[in-house]
């Protein structure tokens, strides 16, 4: 089946300083992959949709300068949050859509301190 | 924007009862439905996927059923055991042209005690 692969699976960074996070598809193409972002004890907020190829699309709140998203190829999307504070710390999941559905990473720990 | 309600926010129970759980929507045009699953502190998994022509999915002892008119989808877990504890995530696409973004209930947290 279509799998997802996210990596790290938890990073922890000082303040000020930025972190990027992968997201692969490894056996299908996936034209358009999507970020979430998941509080404790709340359900997954969409972040962005990005596109291969094109700027991403930011939902409203989400500051598109400081969670930078690159989908240069169909198979790979990065997310950079930069300047990282720690009310940045949380659980980032990406996800792809695939013919069985949606796919998603195993997530990332950020821990900001 | 619509909304995803699940209920209840956190179920526990016996090993090997059967248990059912809740998803409704607000927004009644629905190309699909998913279910999935999120171990603590991991990404989620696919349960299963309902299609707007479909009435209802199952894989093992999971079946998920569609009520499109009543904005309702549930999650029927049978012979529940210890293993089957975890978080339950029903979501749903957005309706309009083109979109795939998904919108996601809280959640249902599950214990099943031995």
């Known amino acids: 089946g279509a799998v997802v692969s996210q990596h790290p699976s938890w990073v922890i960074c000082k303040s000020g300083t930025s972190v990027k996070i992968e997201c692969r598809s490894l056996d299908f193409q996936a034209t358009t992959m999507f970020w979430y972002r998941q509080f404790p004890k709340q359900s997954l907020m969409l972040m962005a949709t990005?596109?291969?190829?094109?700027?991403?699309?930011?939902e409203q709140g989400v500051e598109k300068d400081k969670f930078l998203i690159n989908h240069a190829s169909l198979t790979l999307s990065t997310l950079t949050v930069t300047s990282a504070h720690p009310e940045d710390s949380s659980f980032y999941i990406c996800?792809?859509?695939?013919?069985?559905?949606?796919?998603f990473g195993s997530g990332t720990r950020l821990t900001v301190v | 924007k619509q909304e995803v309600t699940q209920i209840p926010a956190a179920l526990s129970v016996p090993e090997g009862e059967n248990l059912v759980l809740n998803c409704s929507f607000t927004d009644s045009a629905i190309y699909n439905l998913q279910w999935f699953r999120q171990d603590h502190g991991k990404g989620l998994t696919s349960l299963l996927l309902i299609q707007s022509s479909q009435r209802e999915q199952t894989s093992g002892r999971l079946n998920a059923s569609l009520d499109k008119s009543s904005g309702r989808s549930t999650l029927y877990i049978a012979a529940s055991q210890p293993g089957d504890s975890a978080t339950y995530l029903c979501?749903?696409?957005?309706?309009?042209?083109?979109?795939?973004?998904?919108?996601f209930g809280k959640g249902t947290k599950l214990s099943v005690i031995p």
């Open positions: 990005s596109n291969e190829g094109s700027k991403a699309t930011y």
């Open positions: 979501a749903k696409p957005e309706s309009g042209a083109g979109s795939y973004q998904l919108t």
């Open positions: 996800s792809a859509t695939g013919s069985t559905g949606y796919t």
